[in-house]
């Protein structure tokens, strides 16, 4: 069966600093793995997804993320935290039977000014 | 497109009363899922649907909830008998094909008083 663990239920950083969020997963088969932000109250919106092509994937607002098979890891990283980029991330992963997501519990980031 | 859209937004409810929730996909979208998402947590799947058919149910979901499609568009998930352990965010998603990225709905928190 599929799992992600997302280490680190909460990250602070400083305003300008680098964005490391930590994913792996465990998949029986090739994943296609996703990330996911989160505000209050809302739903989730897709940040960039890996599908099996390139091993880094550029997602929207700066954000990239590298698919590292022999680690299965999925690390979401940001060069320079924006005051805006506090919110909750979710990894997720998908691909077997039925493509349904199993998802991390979460990292929430903190954006220090 | 609209996106997904979800109905209501907040329910407050008393415990034992029945709810039911709205899920509109964005059109065309074959696939879609429902998810709850507990405090704290990441979404967990409750069941899909391809077109009509409920193909997977989770074993979250107990035989006090049930979920429908008819025609295939928009979508109800209906709980019996709410718990206080039913409060949660109830998340919808579309996609267009199994594979294809899921798009998630703002949600609806329910809360069982």
């Known amino acids: 069966a599929q799992s992600v663990t997302q280490l680190g239920s909460h990250v602070s950083v400083s305003e300008g600093a680098l964005v490391l969020l930590r994913c792996n997963y465990s998949?029986?088969?090739?994943?296609?793995l996703f990330w996911y932000v989160q505000y209050p109250n809302q739903g989730l919106q897709l940040l960039l997804k890996?599908?099996?092509?390139?091993?880094l994937v550029k997602g929207i607002n700066g954000f990239e993320a590298e698919f590292k098979k022999s680690e299965t890891s999925f690390h979401l990283t940001k060069p320079s935290a924006h005051m805006s980029d506090a919110a909750e991330y979710f990894c997720?992963?998908?691909?077997?039977?039925?493509?349904?997501?199993?998802f991390g519990t979460g990292t929430r980031l903190k954006v220090l000014a | 497109d609209t996106g997904v859209s979800q109905n209501p937004r907040h329910k407050i409810t008393k415990r034992g009363q029945n709810v039911t929730f709205r899920c509109d996909p964005i059109s065309e979208h074959n696939r879609l899922y429902w998810y709850r998402q507990t405090l704290g947590q990441g979404p967990e799947f409750l069941t899909y649907?391809?077109?009509?058919?409920?193909?997977?149910k989770s074993r979250l979901l107990s035989d006090r909830f049930s979920a429908e499609r008819p025609k295939g568009s928009f979508s109800t998930l209906e709980i019996q008998r709410t718990e206080q352990g039913d409060s949660a965010m109830y998340l919808c998603?579309?996609?267009?094909?199994?594979?294809?990225?899921?798009?998630f709905g703002p949600g609806t928190r329910l809360t069982v008083l």
């Open positions: 998949s029986s088969v090739p994943p296609y």
């Open positions: 649907f391809q077109n009509e058919a409920q193909l997977e």
């Open positions: 890996y599908t099996s092509a390139a091993t």
């Open positions: 997720a992963v998908s691909g077997e039977g039925t493509y349904k997501y199993i």
């Open positions: 998603a579309s996609s267009l094909d199994q594979a294809d990225t899921q798009y």
